[in-house]
């Protein structure tokens, strides 16, 4: 990404979720067209009932004997 950032293949990023977090790729900060925020992209309230409520359909869903919509795999 950075160096499709660097040759204008990507022209602007705005980024909230990191590889290695809380660690980041410190070239990030040298390309002015990267906006970085500390994961915090889904800082509101509308975005948090959702995720909660997103939550509780997944355990419905379970419970119903049904597949968990966000099923994590390994």
């Not at 809380?22 to 900060?29: C, G, T």
């Not at 040298?30 to 509308?46: N, R, Y």
């Amino acid at each position: 990404m950075i160096d499709a950032l660097r040759s204008g293949q990507i022209a602007a990023a705005g980024l909230d979720v990191f590889h290695d977090e809380p660690h980041f790729d410190k070239r990030f900060l040298e390309l002015p067209q990267v906006f970085l925020t500390p994961h915090s992209g889904s800082a509101t309230m509308q975005t948090r009932n959702d995720l909660g409520l997103r939550g509780l359909d997944n355990i419905a869903a379970v419970l119903d004997g049904k597949p968990a919509i966000d099923a994590l795999t390994s």
